[in-house]
């Protein structure tokens, strides 16, 4: 059984899930930016050597047997931190803390939930900056947890869940508002990829559908194409209800990554094999012409 979707509101669905990632490529330039200030900070006061080990892998929540580096860059950590009780489930094993000297980003997954999860980069993932934004000190002095709560709750209810593949207007402009405000905040505004991302999205806001020259973006255009394919032409089976769209963008881009590795486990074996039969026929061969040398080298000595 199938359920027609009325034209609008799949326009609306589109223009929310391209208005999503159109927010977060807003956010990078002020979140990159209070990152790596932040990194820099804590690494004129942990610069006591490299961990050789990358303890967190190997000891995990066995504290005592870190090095000093990683126990030093854990401590500075923890005085950004919100929550306790966010500290506390943090999944150590799961970071590279050997990485703390070198990336920020490695940095910034201590204060995403469920960082092992995203499976694109932290910072391009909308749920893990808003858990970034909530769970860091340097973040929540600026962004209001009432906003941040309720882009959530948008992303998740609209976006995220909303099986249907559609909006009415009242929820899109909903979604807009809350994306417009998040970007609109002093410190944000005055980045370059936030003016960016709210001119796009203000002209979005008002348009029927996606303007034309929006839809020309190669990222735009990829993503509409995974919606369409959701969509099936005009209408929705029930059968993909349980396929989420944002999902189906991940799960095709890790797809396409196993693939590529999958070619290359081939390639590398097809490489090893060629390479050892010929050191067996190399084998063989000199076997053969060894005592051919020697008899060359027995029957000139005897002339001699």
Not at 118 to 137: H, I, Y
Not at 148 to 157: C, F, K, S, T
Request: proline residues 2%; hydrophobic residues 40%.
């Amino acid at each position: 059984m199938t359920k027609k979707i009325n034209s609008e509101h799949l326009e609306n669905f589109k223009s929310v899930a391209v208005a999503l990632k159109f927010t977060v490529d807003g956010l990078q330039d002020f979140v990159h930016g209070h990152l790596r200030s932040l990194h820099q900070n804590i690494y004129r006061k942990c610069s006591v050597g490299q961990c050789k080990v990358n303890c967190s892998r190997r000891y995990g929540n066995e504290f005592s047997r870190w090095c000093n580096t990683c126990r030093t860059w854990k401590k500075e950590l923890h005085q950004f931190n919100r929550y306790r009780k966010h500290w506390d489930k943090i999944k150590w094993s799961k970071l590279d803390t050997m990485d703390f000297p070198f990336s920020y980003e490695e940095v910034a997954k201590v204060f995403v939930q469920d960082f092992s999860h995203v499976r694109q980069g932290v910072l391009k993932d909308l749920s893990a900056v808003m858990s970034l934004f909530r769970n860091l000190k340097i973040f929540s002095c600026i962004i209001n947890d009432i906003l941040l709560a309720d882009i959530q709750r948008l992303r998740n209810i609209y976006f995220a869940h909303n099986y249907d593949v559609a909006l009415h207007d009242v929820e899109k402009s909903q979604c807009f508002n809350c994306f417009i405000a998040l970007l609109k905040i002093q410190d944000i505004e005055c980045t370059q990829s936030s003016k960016a991302a709210l001119n796009l999205l203000e002209e979005m806001k008002t348009s029927r559908t996606i303007p034309e020259r929006i839809l020309r973006k190669p990222d735009v255009q990829y993503t509409i194409a995974v919606i369409q394919n959701v969509e099936c032409g005009e209408t929705f089976d029930n059968s993909m209800a349980n396929v989420r769209p944002f999902e189906y963008l991940d799960n095709k881009q890790v797809f396409i990554r196993n693939h590529k590795a999958h070619i290359l486990r081939v390639v590398l074996l097809l490489t090893t094999i060629a390479f050892g039969t010929c050191i067996m026929l190399y084998g063989l061969l000199s076997k053969n012409e060894v005592p051919n040398i020697g008899k060359i080298f027995l029957f000139s000595s005897i002339q001699s």
